[in-house]
């Protein structure tokens, strides 16, 4: 088996294992940091992304449009297969500065992230404070948030959505990844979006959940923290990394499995 598929390392007793849950095909880079610093993980995707074919008008729409945001790398890698991004010479903005960086290699001038690496960061930029009249264009996936567009259309802007992915559930065996999980003691999950955690914790039993709420849970937002609060999770064993990027995930993880360290050598003495 591929070992970055599936995480298939010894887990050692002093160790802090991590489960990643990032999408099929988007958690290459981080697992290969964690390789790097020697930190044991298993790797249990939830969900993959699936090209959508443009619609009819959509070629259209982004060509007419005013200001073009993408909402993820996905939203990127799947609308340049089908789309030349050169074509888009109007401005680029990017929620993530992950996302920004994929776009700029792709369409080749640059493309504006906030520092809040969220909608609401999007939603404070300069860009978009006055845009009554303005043809917006929001590149995205299948569902998820909706404030970026409610928020450009309380500012009189007009906003089409383009369809360029969508986000496919695997399928899981709850019962079974929970056993292998305790088996392979792991200290540490890390989910980086809304909808992997709410289909993490409908996935497993419900025998799982006092076992779920004693892990150390990393996360990329307030509203997700509080989605796992609402399903017992205690606010004392989440953190919130910087942003969704694979560096401030690290970073994230290796703070956290100091503080297991020290933990583990206080008793220890």
């Known amino acids: 088996m591929n070992k970055l598929q599936h995480g298939m390392q010894e887990p050692a007793s002093a160790d802090f294992p991590v489960l990643i849950t990032r999408p099929a095909g988007k958690a290459d880079n981080l697992l290969a940091g964690l390789d790097e610093l020697g930190i044991t993980y298993t790797y249990q995707p939830l969900i993959t992304t699936q090209l959508m074919p443009l619609r009819g008008r959509d070629s259209q729409h982004l060509q007419q449009a005013e200001l073009v945001i993408f909402v993820s790398v996905s939203a990127v890698t799947c609308l340049e297969q089908q789309f030349d991004l050169t074509r888009l010479t109007q401005p680029l903005l990017a929620v993530g500065a992950t996302t920004a960086s994929a776009l700029e290699r792709s369409c080749g001038h640059p493309v504006t992230a906030p520092v809040d690496q969220r909608s609401e960061g999007v939603l404070a930029l300069p860009q978009l404070q006055n845009v009554a009249g303005k043809e917006v264009v929001i590149v995205r996936g299948n569902g ?29 065996d709850g019962q079974r990844l929970s056993d292998q999980w305790r088996q392979q003691q792991i200290q540490c999950i890390v989910v980086t979006s809304n909808e992997i955690l709410s289909l993490l914790l409908q996935s497993l039993p419900e025998t799982a959940l006092p ?28 953190s919130l990394a910087a942003s969704a990027n694979d560096q401030a995930l690290l970073e994230a993880i290796c703070q956290l499995r100091r503080k297991f360290h020290e933990r583990a050598q206080s008793n220890a003495e």
Do not use: C, D, F
């Open 211 to 238: 076992w779920l709420a004693e892990r150390q849970w990393i996360m990329v937002s307030q509203r997700m923290a509080e989605t796992a609060i609402a399903n017992g999770i205690p606010l004392s064993n989440i």
């Open 144 to 172: 998820g948030r909706e404030l970026i567009k409610q928020g450009l259309l309380a500012r009189g802007a007009k906003v089409t959505y383009v369809q360029s992915y969508k986000r496919v559930p695997l399928p899981l």
